[in-house]
């Protein structure tokens, strides 16, 4: 009686074997005999290769200082789950295809994200939680994340976005990583956190809404033309906007061909008709310029 594995190993030989001495193969008009034989045999070898699980590795951080998160919880919607080490670093296996995993951790606003999971390779999805609102610490947090690609080949410029914020007010300013604003006294607000080796998160809150002022915020990718540095539209850039409620809106960087290096994402203003302030997506790709009504021009 023949073993099974004795079985299977004369089966994977001969659909090795064959080819090379079955009966002639036809060959397609332009395609020697060796490529036909190939294209006959790859996918069976292929299909070795990805049968199985795979592993999807990362870090959860803190959004509000940028800091791995130590202890948070990433789980599959089948219930397995991992914790973070003390860095914020975790790794776990899952089916291949598309996965969606949860980060969360008691005090923070959870985060779900997709991962296309291939067996037998490690897939890389990072995560940054908000920490909960309250208190009146912080009225608004606004999170910034990004390709996870730490710097640019062939010079390894840094891969670089920068979070800007300004106030149209009486008193205007300008929050961003060379004037990191103030959450204690004014403009109250303030760059929480500020990363440029890729993914972020960089930060940006609010803890005190000022009258009559329009809040406009954008992204710069600020090494953009550098060789190497792709545009911002290809950058993955994606916004998530808190308050003490939870996630308010989340919004990605426009695909849009463009040359510009700034991505003007939304406004934030008070309505008298809703007796609450608003979030208004711009989703416009122009060329960074300090004062943002030159921005405005531009988005017109």
């Known amino acids: ?84 080490n003390s860095q914020g670093y975790y790794t776990i296996q899952a089916s291949p295809g598309e996965q969606e995993l949860t980060a969360s951790m008691t005090g923070y606003f959870s ?68 004037n990191k604003g103030d959450c204690t006294n004014y403009p109250n607000a303030c760059l929480e956190a500020d990363y440029r080796r890729g993914f972020g998160p960089e930060t940006i809150a609010i803890r005190q809404f000022e009258p009559d002022t329009v809040y406009h915020y954008g992204v710069l990718n600020y090494n953009q033309g550098a060789t190497g540095v792709p545009l911002i539209n290809q950058t993955s850039a994606h916004v998530e906007v808190y308050d003490e409620d939870g996630l308010v809106t989340s919004l990605d960087v426009p695909q849009q061909p463009t040359g510009g290096n ?15 302030w608003m979030i208004t997506p711009i989703n416009c790709i122009a060329d960074y310029r300090e004062d943002i009504a030159e921005i405005l021009q531009q988005c017109d």
């Open 111 to 178: 985060v779900i994200k997709t991962v296309e999971v291939v067996g037998g390779y490690t897939s890389e999805l990072n995560f940054a939680l908000s920490p909960y609102l309250t208190g009146g610490n912080v009225e608004l947090r606004i999170v910034l994340t990004w390709d996870p690609t730490p710097t640019w080949p062939p010079d390894q410029v840094e891969n670089d976005l920068d979070a800007h914020l300004w106030l149209e007010a009486l008193l205007p300013a300008h929050v961003y990583f060379d």
């Open 262 to 276: 700034f991505w003007y994402v939304f406004t934030y203003t008070y309505s008298p008709q809703q007796g609450s």
């Open 1 to 84: 009686m023949i073993k099974r594995s004795a079985l299977l190993t004369i089966c994977l030989l001969w659909l090795v074997v064959a080819p090379a001495w079955v009966a002639p193969v036809p060959v397609r008009a332009g395609l020697s005999l060796e490529q036909e034989q190939n294209d006959l045999l790859l996918p069976i070898m292929l299909k070795q290769f990805i049968f199985g699980p795979g592993t999807v590795s990362g870090r959860v951080f803190d959004a509000s200082n940028g800091l791995g998160l130590a202890d948070a919880n990433v789980c599959l919607p089948t219930m397995a789950c991992t914790t973070t």
